[in-house]
């Protein structure tokens, strides 16, 4: 299986700030099949970026994804209040699907 | 609009089976395809498996097999995770979830989530 290391494990920034979140695959993501989701406390997953940097319906574009291979990057550039949740990666390229252990992006 | 609505919280003892539900709208079940995601009380997502929407074929994580079944009744737009045998570490919300496009498993739209809890 394809594993995903995200880093940091918690992301300590402030509304404004630009934050940086950094996803690394045990092997190469076929078709850069990687997305990124958000979940917020008692809520479901968002899907918020798929095919590494396209962004889903509705999504705003301070999002924005990139990468290629085994190293994928989900930047935000200005943080908004509702921006703070857990950010997860996951790879679809080669089943089964995998995620990353999360980034927490929390308000400094 | 398109929603999963799942079945409420569930607390089931060792060995037990849980069934739990997930209703569609907005769009049929014979269109998407759809997937379960589980999440254990502060970890992280794993997926469990898939069911087609052309022929109710159905592809499970390694660990989950023998123990899961998912299956659709399109009739009434609901989709199905059942468990088996469960142990304490089943303790999770479960999740469905509605495959974006056929052959890349991404989800776009979620259910509310199921915790189900295997206790004692």
């Known amino acids: 299986d394809i594993v995903l290391t995200q880093s940091p494990g918690t992301l300590s920034l402030s509304p404004g700030e630009r934050a940086t979140l950094s996803c690394r695959a045990s092997q190469s993501v076929s078709s850069n099949y990687l997305a990124w989701y958000q979940q917020k406390p008692g809520q479901a997953p968002r899907l918020l970026i798929s095919?590494?940097?396209s962004r889903a319906t509705g999504i705003p574009d301070r999002f924005s994804g990139s990468g290629s291979g085994t190293d994928f990057i989900l930047t935000i550039s200005r943080l908004e209040p509702e921006d703070f949740a857990v950010y997860y990666c996951q790879q679809y390229g080669r089943s089964p699907p995998t995620f990353g252990q999360g980034t927490k992006l929390e308000i400094k | 609009q398109v929603q999963l609505v799942q079945s409420g919280a569930e607390v089931k003892k060792p060995g037990a089976s849980v069934k739990v539900s997930c209703k569609a709208s907005?769009?049929?079940?014979?269109?998407?395809?759809t997937s379960w995601v589980r999440q254990a009380p502060g970890q992280g997502l794993e997926w469990m498996g898939w069911i087609s929407p052309y022929n109710g074929d159905t592809h499970y994580a390694r660990d989950l097999q023998g123990r899961v079944t998912m299956t659709t009744d399109t009739s009434t737009g609901t989709a199905y995770l059942e468990l088996r045998s469960l142990r304490s570490d089943d303790t999770a919300v479960y999740y469905c979830a509605r495959i974006m496009q056929w052959g890349q498993e991404i989800w776009d739209y979620w259910g509310q989530g199921t915790l189900v809890t295997v206790s004692s």
């Open positions: 095919g590494a940097s």
């Open positions: 907005g769009y049929t079940l014979t269109s998407h395809g």
